[in-house]
């Protein structure tokens, strides 16, 4: 049982480029996010999906877009890569209101 | 829109003594979740705590949350070095999506 799997686990991407951040879970959760972790910010909500087939916006999602592609996989992509999306991005899943479970996060880096 | 603050930001024990970090909303919550995040690591969930006044231990560790459902505690009695890591309190709303606290790193010196 792998939990929450996420790729790549390190990127470097120059300013300008795009790509997308893939994460998975099998343990058959109906909601998924995606959140960024940057020093003395804690944790901050980009986009979830509550349910298959839905998306919302959570407090930064500027930059970003999301594909919920089924229920087990729900990916982050970023069209024109900026110095300020450096920072560290964790998939996480739940069930309802019960505890998440977090990918091992994503390091991008944008020079 | 809704905050969670938390402090301190910071926190150096030596080991044995006590620890606390205090979680505090800007709206009445329906539910509050304890992390943990060792270094270079990623959130596990510790516990949810849904009933207004609910008091739940886990071992040397002990959360509340507040009367009024706006606040919340981690009490760690007795630190040990495999407590160092990062605590985070994140408070749940209408929705499934948490809103996080900033975190309070605790450093356990032997």
């Known amino acids: 049982n792998a939990g929450v799997t996420q790729t790549p686990k390190f990127q470097v991407l120059k300013t300008g480029q795009s790509m997308t951040l893939q994460c998975a879970q099998d343990?058959?959760?109906?909601?998924m996010y995606w959140y960024r972790q940057d020093p003395g910010m804690g944790l901050r909500l980009i986009y979830y999906s509550a349910s298959e087939g839905t998306t919302d916006k959570g407090e930064v999602p500027n930059g970003y877009n999301v594909s919920r592609l089924n229920k087990r996989e729900f990916s982050l992509r970023l069209e024109s890569a900026a110095p300020s999306q450096t920072s560290v991005y964790f998939c996480a899943s739940s069930v309802g209101w019960n505890g998440y479970t977090f990918g091992s996060g994503t390091r991008l880096t944008v020079v | 829109g809704q905050q969670v603050m938390q402090i301190p930001q910071y926190q150096h024990v030596q080991e044995g003594e006590d620890f606390t970090t205090y979680c505090n909303s800007s709206t009445t919550l329906s539910n509050i979740q304890w992390y943990k995040q060792r270094p270079g690591g990623h959130p596990v969930f510790l516990i949810q705590?849904?009933?207004?006044?609910e008091v739940k231990k886990q071992k040397r560790l002990t959360f509340q949350f507040g009367e009024a459902k706006k606040n919340s505690s981690l009490h760690i009695t007795a630190t040990q070095t495999t407590d160092v890591g990062t605590y985070f309190c994140a408070g749940g709303g209408a929705t499934n999506k948490l809103i996080f606290g900033t975190g309070t790193l605790l450093a356990v010196q032997p």
């Open positions: 705590l849904v009933k207004s006044g």
């Open positions: 343990m058959n959760h109906n909601s």
